[in-house]
């Protein structure tokens, strides 16, 4: 059975940084397309950025040259560094496949940007 488990969201003022991470089991890691998404009140969840295996990204334009996914297969783990944050970007954080049908899906984390 698949589990992902979200991590290191917080309250940051605009222009800060974040690390979010994604740890992931049940799954054979290494061979999984993996993605970050989010998703605010009232809203669909949106894809915000995805690495494949072993490490080609992509990013949607909100968050390209701010946002950086990366991922350690040795620890089954999926990373989302983000930078120069603004208030747009608070949200509910996932990870998931990201590629193909989508797993279940974690308790997320949040992340509000304010001052």
């Known amino acids: 059975q698949v589990q992902l488990v979200e991590s290191g969201g917080d309250l940051v003022q605009p222009g800060g940084s974040l690390r979010l991470s994604c740890a992931a089991s049940g799954i054979i890691f290494s061979i999984y397309s993996m993605a970050w998404y989010r998703q605010t009140p009232g809203k669909q969840r949106e894809l915000v950025a995805r690495?494949?295996?072993?490490?080609?990204?992509f990013y949607v334009d909100s968050v390209k040259g701010r946002f950086t996914i990366s991922r350690d297969n040795a620890k089954n783990t999926v990373y989302l560094q983000m930078n120069s944050l603004k208030p747009e970007d608070t949200a509910v954080y996932y990870c998931?496949?990201?590629?193909?049908?989508?797993?279940?899906w974690g308790q997320g984390t949040l992340v509000t940007v304010s001052s």
């Open positions: 690495i494949t295996s072993p490490s080609s990204t």
């Open positions: 998931n496949r990201g590629l193909g049908s989508v797993w279940p």
